[in-house]
């Protein structure tokens, strides 16, 4: 049974930057898509950014482009979010989460990951 753990969560000015990582075990973590959601309170939870096996294949939810860059580094089974700009409006719950699909591209549908991480705290003060 996988075990996601996410960290780097943390509070910010706006305008400033963090990076979350996340860690996942008890899988081949090579072998999964990867991606960040998000969760604002009161709201539904989002997809931010989404990564493929190979980390060729990318996408970004149109309100983080350009301001947060997704990568994974396999040899430490770690997948990265790094968040610059950041506004006031970015500020929810961010989580981790791994899959399982045939094909090697960017998964974004929240229903094709397995695997979810309890979530890290990101709080942008204006």
């Known amino acids: 049974h996988a075990q996601v753990e996410e960290s780097g969560g943390g509070w910010v000015q706006a305008g400033g930057s963090l990076t979350l990582s996340c860690t996942i075990f008890g899988l081949t973590f090579a072998d999964y898509h990867l991606g960040w959601f998000r969760r604002f309170p009161g709201k539904e939870r989002e997809g931010v950014a989404h990564?493929?096996?190979?980390?060729?294949?990318?996408f970004y939810a149109d309100s983080v482009k350009g301001r947060f860059f997704i990568s994974r580094d396999n040899a430490k089974n770690t997948l990265y979010l790094q968040m610059t700009s950041l506004k006031p409006e970015d500020t929810g719950m961010y989580y981790c989460?791994?899959?399982?699909?045939?094909?090697?591209?960017?998964?974004?549908?929240?229903?094709?990951?397995?695997?979810w991480g309890q979530g890290t705290q990101v709080t942008v003060s204006a």
């Open positions: 989460a791994a899959g399982y699909y045939s094909v090697d591209v960017a998964i974004i549908r929240e229903r094709d990951y397995t695997y």
């Open positions: 990564l493929s096996r190979s980390g060729i294949s990318k």
